[in-house]
């Protein structure tokens, strides 16, 4: 754990720097990631899992108890693991002193079990919900979505990862913990006290911190002892993007998207994530020695993630990558016209979606169940420029058609359920809801999303 030389010229860095996007610390490389444990299934219960959002505390610092929360745990929560067409039963509680949804963010499941703000569980209240996996294999993942209070129950803590295994072996990475690797990314403020005081520390506009942790562990390494690792990185943060690299600047290999597999594998040496985007990428590490150093770091070069690499002999066995047989999009979807359009506004408290605010009682828009439409975002510029919005749909695994009128770049052509939008920006997508029910779409900037940058879609 950090020691007290850490806490002195970092805890009270983010109040310093509200309102502008503090920078995120190098790494110290002291602490062993910590590797969500897989959630076991129940054996003679009426359900398969259960899921628990509680309160806890976390040592951070040494010696220094941060209030926290989490599921089944003190903070962030376990890895739900369910099979490609599996349909498993979730008895979800809330044990916090304040309602709480648990929403399963890229699941493709009815509206009444998405929890999203009509999901609310009162204080120490229970509900068996059935989740089914009818989808691609993904990583995927679930945290809260109260009405007005999503962006300070996910800074305290909540949130996990739920992945989609494929029925027959990939022939990826796949030895959970070992050489397949959940990277929750998420950047924190702690107060003089060395607390996630939230309602002081947030920032309306999206709380950024300067501390930055990776599955809640501070000044992380990761011990690599395979030559060929996977890494599911989610951006877990409230607000920031991220654009992750590599320290020695080689290039990895992109492999999946929020929603499943892309098309083909990228190679590249540089991958942004907005708020609540996943991708999944390889790195080789089989001509690294153990002198040599490694480290994720981010565009500012700040170390996210060092290596500790510590190859045993295990054989390079080189991953089948898949190859596309088919087009990403065919010709006739390409050629499909708009039917929908979202304009996204504002910043800070005065944020819009088609220029009006979230209303829990209003219909937006409606799409029926299994059809696909095109859906138009705009991000419309302010006087200021504007900023980047991550939006998001619930209840659909979309396909992104174009930015711009310019075609999907090679890592977006995949299936997706966020999109960064520049401002200025339009990005068609094609669109289908499997389910029916009332879904919100919004900004994942937590704090935008808590103001109002929200809609809400029926599917009949
Ligand atoms: Cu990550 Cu509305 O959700
Ligand atoms: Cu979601
Ligand atoms: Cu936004």
Not at 22 to 41: R, T
Request: with cysteine; charged share 25%.
């Amino acid at each position: 754990n950090r020691g007290p030389g850490g806490m002195n010229n970092r805890g009270m860095g983010g109040m310093m720097n509200h309102g502008i996007a503090p920078l995120l610390d190098s790494s110290q490389g002291i602490n062993e990631l910590s590797i969500p444990p897989v959630l076991e299934k129940q054996q003679g219960e009426e359900f398969d899992y259960e899921v628990t959002a509680q309160q806890g505390s976390t040592e951070f610092f040494e010696g220094i108890p941060t209030d926290t929360y989490g599921y089944n745990g003190d903070l962030l929560g376990p890895i739900i693991r369910l099979q490609q067409g599996e349909s498993v039963d979730v008895k979800i509680t809330n044990d916090l002193d304040e309602p709480t949804t648990f929403h399963w963010h890229g699941l493709e499941v009815p509206g009444d079990i998405d929890g999203g703000p009509h999901g609310e569980i009162e204080p120490g209240a229970s509900q068996i919900i059935t989740l089914e996996a009818d989808q691609p294999a993904a990583t995927l993942w679930y945290h809260p979505h109260v009405h007005e209070a999503t962006a300070e129950q996910v800074f305290k803590g909540l949130s996990g990862m739920l992945l989609i295994d494929e029925p027959t072996d990939s022939g990826l990475p796949n030895d959970y913990g070992i050489d397949d690797i959940p990277l929750i990314f998420q950047d924190r403020l702690f107060d003089e006290n060395l607390q996630l005081n939230y309602k002081r520390l947030m920032d309306i506009d999206g709380t950024m911190g300067d501390i930055s942790m990776v599955n809640g562990t501070l000044d992380p390494k990761l011990t690599i002892t395979e030559p060929v690792m996977r890494f599911r990185l989610l951006n877990g943060a409230n607000a920031r993007n991220y654009t992750f690299r590599l320290s020695n600047g080689a290039s990895f290999t992109q492999i999946a998207s929020d929603g499943g597999m892309l098309k083909e594998p990228v190679e590249t040496d540089t991958l942004t994530l907005a708020a609540s985007e996943r991708a999944e990428i390889l790195v080789d590490f089989s001509t690294m020695t153990e002198e040599q150093s490694l480290a994720l770091i981010d565009d500012e070069g700040a170390e996210l993630l060092p290596f500790d690499v510590e190859l045993g002999d295990s054989p390079v066995d080189s991953a089948e990558l898949r190859t596309a047989d088919e087009p990403f999009l065919s010709e006739q979807e390409r050629a499909m016209p708009v039917t929908k359009k979202i304009e996204l506004f504002g910043m800070a408290e005065m944020v819009t979606i088609n220029g009006k605010t979230f209303d829990m009682d209003r219909i937006d828009l409606r799409q029926e169940r299994g059809v696909t439409e095109v859906w138009e975002v705009y991000n419309k510029p302010d006087m200021m420029g504007g900023m980047i919005h991550p939006f998001h749909i619930h209840g659909t695994q979309f396909k992104i058609i174009s930015r711009d009128g310019k075609e999907t770049a090679p890592n977006e052509q995949g299936l997706k359920d966020s999109v960064l939008v520049e401002p200025d920006e339009r990005v068609k997508l094609l669109v289908t809801f499997p389910e029916k029910g009332i879904f919100v779409f919004h900004c994942h900037i937590l704090e935008h999303e808590d103001n109002g940058m929200m809609g809400q879609v029926e599917v009949y």
